[in-house]
């Protein structure tokens, strides 16, 4: 995560800038650098906003980066249908999701 604490500080030119840009102080970019503080999902989503993608939200936050790799786990498995229990634990076979 440093590494692109690093490039987000980068991208604005320091980090006073950085925390300008982002509504923190220079101090909290600072920590955040240092990994005394982590980046809250807010903030790094903020920071991809107005990054222009150039540094991904998940890149900084690892809550959104585990939150990602999840969505992208479940899209992979949709390849077998799910089939849907009744309430008595039955399966209805035209109960499916895709």
Known sequence: MAQKISEL???????S???DALGVSQA?????LSGSQKVSPEKA??????T????KASSLCELIAQVEARHKVGESST???IRARGPDGSVCASSTFA
């Not at 500080?9 to 980090?15: C, R, V």
């Not at 222009?52 to 540094?55: N, R």
């Open 28 to 32: 909290t970019v600072s920590y955040w």
């Open 79 to 81: 390849e077998f249908p």
């Open 45 to 50: 989503m903020l920071a991809e906003i107005v």
């Open 52 to 55: 222009g993608g150039a540094i």
């Open 9 to 15: 500080i980068n991208h604005f030119g320091s980090q």
């Open 17 to 19: 800038k950085t925390g």
